[in-house]
């Protein structure tokens, strides 16, 4: 896998895993990519997920042929919101 490093902030901008199974003839290949960036969120920026997207290749042997499988899925992530509450202690002579 890959790790994509914004250098002035330290932040993480995309993240890969390749991964091929071992026990399989021929071993499948997924590979997940996940991109992020900056979003603001009630006044406050943070970095978040953006775009998820695993592939997945297979080569299945199936009635005496081989046939094969491309898995897809892709995510993207919107609209990012900011649950919170405030509250006030007041010391117990103010109390009613």
């Known amino acids: 896998g ?24 021929p071993p499948p ?12 969120i ?4 943070a970095i978040l997920p953006i775009r998820s997207a695993v592939v997945g290749e297979e080569t299945m042997p199936e ?8 898995f897809i899925n892709d995510v993207t992530f919107t609209n ?3 649950f919170g509450s405030k509250m006030r202690i007041l010391p117990a002579a103010q109390h009613r």
């Open 2 to 25: 890959s790790l994509s490093i914004d250098p002035a902030s330290g932040a993480v901008l995309r993240l890969t895993l390749a991964v091929q199974f071992e026990g399989f003839d």
């Open 63 to 70: 009635k005496k042929r081989e046939m094969f499988k491309l």
């Open 29 to 40: 290949l997924y590979q997940l990519t996940v991109n992020y960036a900056k979003i603001e």
């Open 80 to 82: 990012y919101h900011r």
């Open 42 to 45: 009630g006044g406050l920026s």
